[in-house]
């Protein structure tokens, strides 16, 4: 069965470190792939998206990851992590099977030191 | 502005009495998702629409039922809400295999 699995359930950094937060999925052949963040009593909002082409894509508020196939990863980093990035971080897939389904990983809280 | 919108944002009801939250969209998109999301966890998809047709996730409660009268509008039913279906309930579109807008959430409490 297709899954998701973001293997860190919390992450701390102090800001401006650096940060990786791990995405690993299940299915056949390649997703869609996407990073979303959802601040307490909020809706997600997208932070980037990989469909083909370019494997290390960029998105808002500095953010990037890269689609490593060998590995079914797409894992998301940004440099410098800033107080404000304090959030719950999903990454979601979508795939076929029968229609198009949109599933989501079990999240990663980050949690920013001062 | 607002593309996916959801009302209410907070919903209180009783337990046992049937509530019906809504979900309009601006962007006439042709697939709508329903997600369930409670404290704490992934958004869970509960059942989706692919233009009229009707996708239940096989472990979707029946207790849980969705209208969607048009390509705006789309209804999530409870029928007999359990004090276990107190979450956020959130609504997306998107077209065809392209990426997912989503409201701002329904936070239902069952009292």
């Known amino acids: 069965a297709q899954s998701v699995t973001q293997p860190d359930i919390h992450i701390t950094v102090s800001e401006g470190a650096s940060l990786e937060l791990r995405c690993n999925y299940s299915y056949g052949a390649t997703p869609y792939l996407f990073w979303y963040v959802q601040s307490p009593g909020q809706g997600l909002q997208l932070l980037l998206k990989?469909?083909?082409?370019?494997?290390l894509v960029q998105g808002i508020k500095g953010f990037e990851a890269e689609f490593k196939r060998s590995q079914s990863s797409f894992n998301l980093r940004k440099p410098s992590v800033h107080w404000s990035d304090a959030a719950e971080y999903f990454c979601?897939?979508?795939?076929?099977?029968?229609?198009?389904?949109?599933?989501f990983g079990t999240g990663t809280r980050l949690k920013v030191l001062a | 502005d607002a593309m996916v919108i959801q009302n209410p944002r907070y919903q209180v009801t009783q337990f046992g009495k049937p509530v019906t939250l809504s979900c309009s969209q601006t962007?006439?998109?042709?697939?709508m998702y329903w997600y369930q999301q409670k404290s704490s966890q992934a958004p869970k998809l509960l059942f989706h629409y692919y233009d009229k047709d009707f996708n239940n996730e096989a472990d979707t409660p029946d207790n849980f039922q969705s209208r969607r009268p048009n390509t705006s509008f789309c209804f999530l039913d409870i029928r007999s809400p359990g004090l276990g279906d107190a979450a956020m309930y959130l609504c997306?579109?998107?077209?065809?295999?392209?990426?997912?807008?989503f409201g701002q959430g329904t936070r239902l409490t069952v009292v």
């Open positions: 962007l006439n998109h042709n697939v």
């Open positions: 997306a579109t998107s077209r065809d295999q392209g990426r997912a807008f």
């Open positions: 990989y469909f083909s082409g370019d494997t």
């Open positions: 979601a897939v979508g795939f076929t099977s029968g229609t198009y389904k949109y599933i």
